[in-house]
């Protein structure tokens, strides 16, 4: 896809985007709001792909994810626009985050408050504290030098990765080496080697295979704060509907596609 800078060409074409996953919802808000005729096309009866949900009895279940992080993902998305998420559904930052459970019958919260954090990290290991302070920055700079100049810039090209400012953002990341061996350099007790780890669930991968710049998951963790949306993350695909729908876009349920046809000169 283009970058969203450089979508107005499309102005009053017709786009068809096949799919309402939340990558399909936003392309439909940005390819409307830069003025194109946006046709949704959804092969399930109800919007969201992954991101499903069942209602019976009175009650709604999240069918696929549960966790809402990185909002500042979402403000960026929305503010393309001149809105705020809390226009379309509420947020509520959980608080502890999560509580994790070891085998030996051990239990710890993680709590939207780092310095509480940094004492439980500090309870388990001497010296773990200022090294939980420490990951944290590095984990910081991970995360807004990867999102700042390779998630919001659009690199459709080889020659595009060889630009020399690109060696000046990457200096300083952790490019090299795994997770596993990244968190060992901090922290010796295992309790906390898992605690820094169990993000990767989220990738389906496992410590010392994953490359250690997935440690800024940890900065999304510890510092950007776990969500929850009222109504769950079914909340969201109808927040983003409802500014589709705004914007113009027309969807339609039901409606499975089975080819696509190129034309002379298309794909």
């Known amino acids: 896809m283009r970058p969203v800078s450089d979508l107005s060409s499309l102005a009053g074409e017709s786009v068809v985007v096949v799919g309402s996953g939340f990558g399909g919802l936003s392309t439909a808000c940005y390819l409307a709001g830069a003025g194109a005729d946006v046709t949704v096309l959804e092969k399930n009866e109800q919007l969201g792909g992954r991101a499903s949900r069942l209602e019976a009895d009175g009650f709604r279940f999240d069918m696929g994810p549960s966790w809402y992080l990185m909002p500042d993902v979402f403000e960026t998305f929305f503010g393309h626009f001149g809105k ?7 947020l509520t930052r959980l608080d502890p985050h999560y509580r994790i459970f070891f085998k030996d019958g051990d239990r710890v919260d993680m709590v939207p408050d780092r310095e509480a954090n940094k004492d439980e990290f500090e309870a388990y290991e001497p010296g773990a504290g200022e090294a939980f302070e420490e990951y944290l920055a590095k984990s910081k700079r991970n995360y807004e030098v990867g999102m700042r100049h390779f998630v919001y810039e659009d690199r459709s090209s080889v020659s595009e990765f060889l630009d020399p400012r690109l060696a000046k953002y990457a200096r300083g990341l952790s490019l090299v080496g795994s997770m596993q061996d990244h968190v060992e350099r901090y922290f010796d007790h295992p309790k906390l080697q898992q ?8 990738l389906g991968g496992a410590p010392n295979n994953t490359p250690a710049l997935y440690n800024l998951m940890s900065h999304v963790d510890f510092e950007l704060g776990v969500y929850y949306p009222d109504g769950g993350i079914g909340a969201v695909v109808d927040g983003i509907v409802d500014l589709a729908r705004e914007l ?20």
């Not at 605690?195 to 989220?202: A, C, G, K, N, S």
């Not at 969807?251 to 190129?262: L, P, S």
Request: net charge positive; charged share 20%; aromatic share 18%.
């Open 84 to 90: 705020r998420p809390e226009e379309y559904y509420t």
């Open 195 to 202: 605690i820094m780890q169990y993000t990767l669930v989220f």
């Open 248 to 267: 113009g876009v027309t969807f339609h349920t039901g409606a499975e596609v089975t080819a696509i046809r190129g034309r002379r000169g298309g794909f």
